[in-house]
């Protein structure tokens, strides 16, 4: 290609090789101009005479200075000039000529018998010389070869000149192209190559010419490289876009080639013979080639390939190169007949920081986990990312099973520790699911399928931990998919209703205040509790439609007890840390107490003590704006979750709800629960109400009583009922209790 510079310079080499002068040129087809001089008339007109059938222009002059002003006028093709004239002679005429350049050939005529007339004409670049009386045929032979010479001469002239020309405009388009163009000779020695060769490799010619063409190309490339330094194929047979990387001029000799420093070029050569075709018997004599620098296109091709495979955030092998290894790997324990486990990993509320923390935060934690998991790994074993929070892990040729634990454990370990992420410390968790070849699946998804289910097992049971693949978690996964699907649907086809747990003052045994617990009637299942489908709600964002119908029927149901009964009950509702984290919660609790006349003080927000792990500053914040407007809050489950004993002095809780699993321990009115009085006695110092939840046999309610916790919940009390069972008990209790 010819840039628009190279076009520039390309014009004055046009014009600085003008066509042929016109005084030089002579077409054998263009009439000749001849001056002939003389100073006798009569001599003049009979060489006129002589010459005037021969087709010529023909001007006369009779002295040296009409004769010179005359060649100065226009170009004479020849002049026949008498060496005696009146003012200077023919030897000084062709002096002016000489000094001026006029290019005309010359015949001298003249009388002189004495040699030195012709030696000086001659000596200045006569033609011939012709004694005077000269015969006609004599003259006009003369004057024809004189003319024929001039025409040879030009004609040589003319064709130096255009090979001159022809050989400048293909030096520099060989030059200039930007391509490598060279021949090697039979012995594979460079006998000629261009000046991009300087620019590409760094190599001068002199330092190229001569040189064999392996001392140039990278050391793996040496075979491939042979055919085409070697080609003696033309035409369409001939080697065509073969890509060798050649050592720039920093590299040769000095050891192993650096891939950066590589120039990637991709060769077109054919053969060269001596009658321009291979034909047979045809002299080979070479090899010509054009060599096109494709070292950007290859970095970029690169580039493109890197991306494709790898996760551009973590950097890290994406789903592709990830199935890709698998499969070699598991194409390699076949053979060996050795194990390999492929992880699921899968972190535990990714989406509550992204929401919370923004997606750029989100992201940042992407990267630390990504770091943290590769650090707990060995060098052999492959961690992806498939994309969001979920990661995989295979450890090839597993020795046992034991490895796939001790790895699950480090990398369930490398998370614990808080992450930093603008200034904010965050914890998190992950569920691991493990897979086993050959064992738990034979092909790359199987073994992914089966990983993922093992890993669902681990965040239905609780999240933070890691499972093997079993063979039973197919029906689990089942009902997984189908509870998902309908979810979805339940809450269109108002399949949701809110039940309510009374709480009790063991005392008195009145109803002081109730917990609203939701219940779905599944078309199939029947009436699930909530710790059956939200879990599942959770995972899958629909947390907050769900929690939205929840505040709404909580205080439509508890607008409608406040028409029934005098008695004014505290209604304590569950809300999810997604639900606190959504932004407008606040906002929403508003809007549901106006819209249903309620007092806030009716209202206690359950929340748990995670709650406060992931960003606890925004979680202050929206309690605190709750207790601004008046509604309490109890902390459910205490005890069971992260120490936020630090918290409790930082929100405004109003009650602390003793987790179900310590109420289960008790078994003996005589005997010693230090968790459940710890828990009192921490409820009591801080003057916070204390619920007893799970209360189920007599001995616990009396325990607890004997040791100051006298509001409880459970079974042994009252089941969750609909909410119009719930206003039934409301009109006994109001009775009762009143
Ligand atoms: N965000 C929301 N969370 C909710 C909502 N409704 C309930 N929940 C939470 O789901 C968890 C499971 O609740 P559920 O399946 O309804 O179980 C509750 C009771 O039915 C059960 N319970 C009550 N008394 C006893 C008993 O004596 N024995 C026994 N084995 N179980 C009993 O305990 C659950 C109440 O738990 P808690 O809330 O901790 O007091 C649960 O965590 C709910 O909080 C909702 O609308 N939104």
Redesign the pocket.
């Known amino acids: 290609m010819i840039n628009q510079r190279n076009t520039a310079q390309l014009m004055p080499l046009f014009e600085a090789a003008p066509s042929l002068p016109e005084r030089a040129s002579l077409p054998s087809s263009r009439p000749c101009r001849l001056l002939l001089v003389d100073d006798e008339p009569r001599l003049l007109a009979s060489l006129c005479a002589l010459l005037a059938d021969s087709g010529h222009e023909l001007h006369t002059a009779t002295c040296g200075s009409e004769a010179v002003a005359l060649l100065e006028q226009m170009p004479f093709d020849l002049a026949l000039l008498d060496l005696r004239l009146p003012d200077f002679g023919g030897h000084q005429i062709m002096d002016v000529m000489n000094r001026r350049q006029l290019d005309t050939n010359v015949i001298v005529l003249s009388g002189e018998t004495g040699i030195e007339g012709a030696i000086g004409a001659l000596k200045r670049g006569a033609y011939d010389y012709l004694r005077k009386p000269y015969g006609r045929e004599e003259l006009l032979s003369t004057v024809e070869n004189a003319l024929r010479q001039r025409r040879l001469e030009a004609d040589n002239k003319h064709i130096a000149q255009q090979l001159e020309r022809s050989e400048k405009l293909y030096r520099y388009l060989v030059d200039s192209s930007p391509d490598i163009i060279y021949t090697l000779n039979a012995e594979g020695r460079f006998s000629f190559i261009n000046d991009r060769a300087q620019q590409l490799l760094g190599l001068s010619r002199s330092e190229l010419i001569g040189n064999h063409y392996s001392d140039l190309v990278h050391d793996e490339d040496m075979e491939r490289a042979y055919y085409v330094f070697n080609e003696r194929r033309v035409g369409d047979r001939a080697s065509r876009n073969i890509e060798l990387r050649l050592k720039s001029a920093a590299l040769r000799d000095k050891g192993p080639a650096v891939e950066n420093t590589l120039v990637t070029l991709s060769f077109n050569s054919m053969g060269m013979y001596g009658n321009a075709k291979q034909t047979e018997g045809a002299e080979f004599f070479g090899t010509y080639g054009v060599a096109r620098d494709v070292t950007e296109r290859k970095r970029a091709e690169a580039m493109i390939s890197y991306h494709a495979y790898h996760d551009i955030l973590t950097d890290l092998p994406n789903r592709m190169l990830f199935k890709d290894r698998l499969g070699l790997a598991i194409m390699q324990s076949k053979r060996k007949e050795t194990e390999l486990a492929v992880m699921f990993i899968d972190l535990d509320r990714f989406k509550l920081v992204n929401d919370t923390l923004g997606h750029i935060r989100g992201d940042e934690l992407l990267q630390q986990v990504a770091t943290r998991l590769k650090a707990a790994l060995r060098q052999g074993d492959t961690l992806a990312r498939l994309g969001g929070d979920e990661f995989t892990i295979f450890l090839p040729e597993l020795l046992n099973r034991d490895d796939a634990h001790v790895v699950a454990r480090k990398a369930l370990e490398c998370l614990q520790k808080s992450f930093t992420l603008a200034g904010s410390e965050v914890h998190i968790s992950a569920s691991i699911g493990i897979a086993v070849y050959p064992h738990d699946g034979e092909t790359i998804d199987e073994l992914l399928c089966h990983a993922d289910m093992a890993m669902y097992q681990v965040k239905g049971q609780g999240k933070n931990g890691y499972s093997f693949y079993e063979p039973s978690l197919h029906e689990v996964s089942y009902q997984k998919i189908t509870l998902e699907q309908s979810l979805r649907r339940a809450l269109e086809n108002d399949e949701f209703e809110?039940?309510y747990?009374p709480q009790v003052d063991r005392p008195t045994g009145c109803i002081i205040g109730v917990?609203?617990?939701?219940?779905w009637h599944h078309p199939e299942r029947g009436l699930l509790?909530?710790?059956?489908f939200?879990p599942f709600a959770e995972e899958n964002g629909l947390?907050t439609p769900i929690?939205d119908w929840?505040l709404k029927a909580a205080c439509r149901d508890l607008a409608l007890w406040n028409t029934q009964v005098e008695e004014r009950v505290r209604l304590s509702?569950?809300?999810?840390p997604q639900?606190l984290d959504c932004g407008d919660f606040v906002e929403k609790m508003k809007t549901a107490l106006n819209r249903h006349g309620l007092s806030p003080s009716q209202i206690e927000v359950?929340i748990t003590e995670n709650i406060c792990i992931r960003n606890p500053q925004y979680a202050i914040e929206q309690l605190n704006k709750l207790g601004q407007i008046g509604v309490s809050v109890a902390i459910?489950?205490f005890g069971t979750g992260y120490s936020s004993l630090a918290y409790l002095h930082r929100f405004p809780v109003h009650t602390i709800?003793i987790?179900?699993s310590f109420i289960r321990e008790i078994q003996h009115m005589h005997a010693h629960y230090p968790v459940v009085l710890a828990i009192i006695s921490i409820a009591k110092g801080l003057n916070l109400n204390v619920v007893a939840?799970?209360?189920?046999t007599e001995t616990q309610a009396a325990y607890l009583e004997q040791v100051g916790c006298t509001t409880m919940?459970?079974?042994?009390y009252y089941?969750?009922v609909s909410s119009s069972q719930f206003l039934q008990l409301l009109r006994k209790n109001a009775a009762r209790c009143a």
């Open positions: 809110m039940y747990q917990e609203g617990l939701m219940r509790s909530a710790g059956e939200l947390m929690s929840m509702l569950n809300v999810s639900y359950e459910d489950d709800k987790d179900q939840e799970g209360v189920e919940q459970g079974f042994l089941r969750p």
